[in-house]
């Protein structure tokens, strides 16, 4: 697959009680995650969201403090990838993004995402 056939992007993910893995590398037991229901992680990612749009607050860094994505320790950034190498609604989001744009609340099985289409 060419770069050109490729997208980059950065990602917050909020994992919650139907997450098909309940752990992540700031709860690795779930036992935070099995208390969250998918309407409260949906309700602290617009938060997040807002806060990003606005200005208070900055994708990278919110990323480090709240992703429960191992991408987290580099600022949510999951670097290229190419299509069928995520979850179809992931793909579908960031593909749709343009360079710089910042997605409405994604669900996966994983949990609930926004994507910053970077590349």
């Not at 969201?49 to 607050?57: F, H, M, P, Q, T």
């Not at 999951?78 to 993004?97: D, N």
Request: proline residues 3%; glycine residues 8%.
């Amino acid at each position: 697959m060419s770069s050109r056939d490729q997208v980059k992007a950065s990602h917050i993910l909020i994992k919650h009680q139907g997450s098909r893995r309940k752990a992540s590398w700031k709860d690795p037991e779930g036992k935070i995650i099995m208390t969250i229901t998918r309407e409260a992680a949906v309700e602290q990612l617009k938060s997040i969201r807002e806060d990003i749009v606005s200005g208070k607050a900055n994708f990278e860094d919110v990323a480090t403090r709240v992703s429960d994505c191992s991408s987290a320790k580099r600022g949510g950034d999951l670097g290229p990838f190419g299509r069928g190498q995520m979850q179809k609604p992931f793909e579908e989001a960031t593909y749709a993004l343009k360079v710089g744009d910042i997605s409405d609340i994604v669900d996966t099985d994983s949990g609930v995402h926004i994507i910053k289409r970077t590349a």
